[in-house]
C-alpha cells in the first residue's frame, strides 16, 4: 500500500464546475501536507499547504483530517488552465522528505 | 535566475553506458533532494543533502546510483551502466532550513529526461 493515496481520475469536468480531489495518507506522523500542481511534461509547483484548521486561495481551497488522515482539495468556478495533475504531498518531518501520492488528472473542457 | 537549474534537460544513452547530471539550488537553500518520476506516478525520493552531508538514501537507490554534494552548492547525481528501466525524469529540488523547517515546501528543478535506449 502507498503512503499517499489518490484517486487518479482522470476527472473530466466542464468549465466553471467545482470539483474536489481527495488523498489519505498512512502515517501518522506525517507532520506537513502539500498539495502540488503539475503540468504536462513540467516539474511539479507548489500550490498550496494545507493546515488543520483549513485554508483557501482564491478558487482553491484545502483541508486537512489528522484524525482520518485525509487531505483534500477543492477547486470552485474552474478554468481551461486548471486543467493539471494534482499531487497530495506529505512531509515526514526533520528532514522535510516530502513523500508525494500518484496525482489526480484533471481535465477541464470547455 | 534565481530558481533551480538542472542541466542537461534531456538525455539519449545507449544502455551500459554512465550519465551524470547537475543540479544548482536556489542560493540561500541548504537542503537538496533527488527525486525520479515514471509516467503515471508521482516523484520517488532518491537522495536528500544537508550542505555537503547526505543524509538519507532511498532503497530506490541501487549500487549504480551515486550522489554528491561538494562544498554544500550544486549536486550531482551518477548513474553508471544504464539499464532501460533508468528511463525517467529525475528531479532536483531545494528547500531552506527555518525555525519551522517541516512546512517548507520545495522549489523544484525543470528536471532531466533520461531514455536509455
Known amino acids: 500500500r502507498k503512503e499517499v493515496e489518490q484517486d487518479p481520475g482522470p476527472f473530466n469536468v466542464p468549465e466553471g464546475a467545482t470539483v474536489a480531489f481527495n488523498c489519505t495518507y498512512s502515517?501518522?506522523?506525517?507532520?506537513?501536507f502539500f498539495w502540488y500542481r503539475q503540468d504536462c511534461r513540467k516539474e511539479p509547483k507548489l500550490l498550496m499547504s494545507?493546515?488543520?484548521s483549513g485554508n483557501e486561495d482564491g478558487r482553491f481551497t484545502a483541508q486537512l483530517n489528522r484524525a482520518s488522515q485525509y487531505i483534500s482539495l477543492l477547486i470552485r468556478d474552474s478554468k481551461l488552465s486548471d486543467s493539471a495533475t494534482y499531487l497530495c504531498?506529505?512531509?515526514?518531518?526533520?528532514?522535510?522528505?516530502?513523500?508525494f501520492g500518484t496525482g489526480t488528472l484533471l481535465a477541464v473542457q470547455p | 535566475d534565481t530558481g533551480v537549474s538542472q542541466d542537461p534537460r534531456h538525455k539519449i544513452t545507449k544502455r551500459g553506458q554512465n550519465v551524470t547530471f547537475r543540479c544548482d539550488p536556489i542560493?540561500?537553500?541548504?537542503?537538496l533532494y533527488w527525486y525520479r518520476q515514471t509516467l503515471g506516478q508521482g516523484p520517488e525520493f532518491l537522495t536528500y543533502?544537508?550542505?555537503?552531508?547526505?543524509?538519507?538514501k532511498s532503497r530506490l537507490l541501487s549500487d549504480r546510483f551515486s550522489a554528491e554534494r561538494p562544498k554544500g552548492s550544486f549536486s550531482t547525481l551518477e548513474i553508471q551502466r544504464t539499464e532501460q528501466g533508468d528511463s525517467a525524469m529525475y528531479l532536483c529540488?531545494?528547500?531552506?532550513?527555518?525555525?519551522?523547517?517541516?512546512?517548507?515546501?520545495?522549489?523544484f528543478g525543470s528536471g532531466t529526461r533520461l531514455t536509455v535506449v
Open positions: 504531498v506529505v512531509n515526514r518531518g526533520a528532514t522535510n522528505k516530502l513523500i
Open positions: 542560493s540561500e537553500h541548504n537542503r
Open positions: 529540488a531545494s528547500s531552506e532550513l527555518g525555525g519551522d523547517s517541516s512546512n517548507y515546501g520545495y522549489t
Open positions: 494545507v493546515y488543520s
Open positions: 502515517n501518522s506522523a506525517s507532520q506537513s
Open positions: 543533502f544537508q550542505n555537503e552531508a547526505q543524509l538519507e
